[in-house]
């Protein structure tokens, strides 16, 4: 059974950053792409960042793009989301992802893509 728990959400001022974590357990972790999603009151899960199953490559929303950083710890069955710049926009639940398919299988831009996901960690911006 594959686990995955997130931590690192809390609540900052604009501007500042944060570091989440996500630890993966069951399943083989290594063999996975992993992604970031978030979801604020009112609206939709939307893509944040992912990574490819030996971290290879990444990829953004462009909201994101430039302030965060996705990176993986095939070691540590770990994936990080490095937020720096944070806005009050940014302001949400965020929630990691294994890929449904391992390797390079499928896309990463749909939640559909992924069968596992945490339990989410609040993210509050404050202006």
């Known amino acids: 059974q594959v686990q995955l728990v997130e931590s690192g959400g809390g609540l900052v001022q604009a501007g500042g950053s944060l570091r989440l974590s996500c630890a993966a357990s069951g399943g083989t972790f290594s063999s996975y792409g992993m992604g970031w999603f978030r979801q604020a009151p009112g609206k939709e899960r939307e893509f944040v960042a992912a990574i490819t199953w030996r971290g290879a490559s990444t990829f953004y929303a462009d909201s994101v793009k430039g302030r965060f950083a996705i990176s993986r710890d095939n070691a540590k069955n770990t994936v990080y989301l490095q937020m720096n710049i944070l806005k009050p926009e940014d302001t949400a639940v965020y929630f990691c992802?294994?890929?449904?398919?391992?390797?390079?299988?499928?896309?990463?831009?749909?939640?559909?893509?992924?069968?596992?996901w945490g339990q989410g960690t609040q993210v509050t911006v404050s202006s």
């Open positions: 992802a294994r890929k449904r398919n391992a390797y390079l299988g499928g896309t990463y831009y749909s939640p559909d893509e992924y069968a596992y």
